[in-house]
């Protein structure tokens, strides 16, 4: 009883509306940080928009976004900068975090340009563990495998 009466005042307080951010036109930038243990892509840039891969989809990021936190999966990340040019990346994993300052880190496992990679040694290596997944005897072993396939499978599909 008590606590409901407590809800019913604290109602106004705790909702909080929040909409669909919009694309503007030469409108409001977000800082975006992206990084791979091996190399900083992005330190604190100003871009318009990024879009992510992640575990429940794809999704875009716009200035003002609702404040997220998501684990990627292998996929492109396409980030648009200020000047309105996408700039393709491919990640095999991840996390990125989206803060209700308009900021966002982009933190992945592995992260190349997406004209650096080979479609021909995707397609090989996607083979080789495909073949490998049917030998492998130990789980931990078909676990490994399985996220070659995984990544590999992202990579071709991103290079076709």
Same mark, same amino acid.
């Given at each position: /009883? =008590?606590?409901?009466? $407590?809800?019913?005042?604290?109602?106004?307080?705790?909702? *909080?509306?929040?909409?669909?951010? #919009?694309?503007?036109?030469?409108?409001?930038? /977000?800082? !975006?940080? $992206?990084?791979?243990?091996? *190399?900083? $892509? $992005?330190?604190?840039?100003?871009?318009? &928009?990024?879009?992510?891969?992640?575990?429940?989809? /794809? !999704?875009?990021?716009?200035?003002?976004?609702?404040?997220?936190? &998501?684990?990627?999966?292998?996929?492109?990340?396409?980030?648009?900068?200020?000047?309105?040019?996408?700039?393709?990346?491919?990640?095999?994993?991840?996390?990125?975090?989206?803060?209700?300052?308009?900021?966002? &880190?982009? =933190?992945?496992?592995?992260?190349? =340009?997406?004209? &650096?990679?080979?479609?021909?040694?995707?397609?090989?290596?996607?083979?080789?563990? @495909?073949?490998?997944?049917?030998?492998?005897?130990?789980?931990?072993?078909?676990? #490994?495998? @399985?996220?070659?396939?995984?990544?590999? #499978?992202?990579?071709?599909?991103? =290079?076709?």
């Amino acid at each position: /009883m =008590l606590a409901a009466r $407590f809800l019913r005042r604290s109602l106004p307080v705790l909702r *909080q509306v929040r909409c669909y951010a #919009e694309a503007g036109i030469g409108g409001p930038q /977000m800082s !975006f940080t $992206f990084a791979s243990p091996t *190399q900083v $892509f $992005f330190n604190s840039a100003s871009v318009k &928009q990024v879009d992510v891969p992640t575990l429940s989809g /794809m !999704f875009g990021i716009l200035p003002d976004h609702v404040p997220t936190l &998501q684990v990627l999966r292998p996929g492109i990340v396409t980030v648009i900068g200020g000047d309105g040019s996408p700039v393709k990346y491919f990640v095999s994993s991840g996390s990125i975090t989206v803060n209700a300052d308009s900021s966002v &880190q982009l =933190l992945a496992e592995e992260a190349v =340009l997406l004209d &650096q990679l080979d479609l021909a040694a995707a397609r090989e290596n996607l083979e080789k563990a @495909q073949n490998a997944l049917g030998s492998s005897s130990d789980e931990a072993t078909k676990a #490994e495998v @399985q996220i070659t396939i995984e990544a590999n #499978e992202a990579i071709v599909k991103a =290079l076709e």
